[in-house]
């Protein structure tokens, strides 16, 4: 599966536990060690767990993709998901906050989800 393809596919894995502010980076001109950040916010531990859960389970029983490394324990603020093209970020609010990647990252474009483009195209 194409890094973007991958990266669109964390996105739908995380908003299935609505996982809230998802944003993908496309950082393939800024960094050589990943093409695609998704980064994405979780009100709990227990929901950071359930989001990370959907995605590495969905992506290895239905497209054969493991995570390469996983960073981020039981009662931890900021999950690691690292599938080399793409590297999936889960945190709580005020780390997302505190760590500001987007800001950090503020060069990169962001990519637009796949179901607002196919309805903007049909409301055009």
């Known amino acids: 599966m194409d890094s973007k393809k991958l990266a669109l596919l964390c996105r ?3 908003d299935n536990k609505k996982a809230e502010d998802i944003v993908i980076l496309d950082v393939r001109k800024l960094s050589s060690v990943t093409d695609y950040f998704v980064i994405a ?13 959907e995605i590495q389970d969905k ?4 497209h054969g993709e493991r995570a ?3 960073d981020g324990l039981h009662g931890t603020p900021w999950l690691v998901l690292d599938y080399i093209d793409v590297i999936v970020h889960v945190m709580r609010p005020d780390v997302r906050t505190q760590y500001d990647l987007e ?7 962001r990519v637009k989800p796949r179901k607002r483009a196919a309805k903007k195209a049909s409301e055009g």
């Open 41 to 53: 916010t979780g009100t709990s531990e227990p929901h950071l767990r359930a989001i990370v859960g």
């Open 68 to 70: 390469r490394a996983t």
């Open 59 to 62: 992506l290895r029983t239905e």
């Open 12 to 14: 739908e894995l995380a």
């Open 103 to 109: 800001g950090l990252w503020s060069d990169a474009p």
